[in-house]
């Protein structure tokens, strides 16, 4: 991809992926792979930040004699979430309106 993604946008994605059910590292980091590349290096400071924030809670379960950690969205992750989904639409409709040359406002 020849874009940057932003360390906000990162947040997004990750928080997005999650409110749609309770999943692990490796899952999220897969999820988001598909679509925009990201490795593991940088998908793991993004879950500690929004730990860190209390967006997201952590728990274990043991899957094949390992525990797997899994991360869930709490309340403050969720309004986070929606803040942010309106902020990428304004931002979306803004540049849109740039490259597109659309005359909506």
Known sequence: ???????????????????HKDSYGYEINQTLRESLGVSESTLYPVLRRLLKD??????????????RRYYKITEIGQAQL??????????????DKILMGSDEK
């Open 1 to 19: 991809m020849s874009f940057t993604v932003s360390s906000a946008l990162l947040d997004t994605l990750v928080l997005c992926v999650v409110s």
């Open 54 to 67: 209390r967006c997201l809670e952590a728990y274990d379960v043991e899957y094949s004699g390992r525990n």
């Open 82 to 95: 929606e803040l942010y989904k309106g902020e990428w639409l304004d931002y979306k409709k803004r540049i």
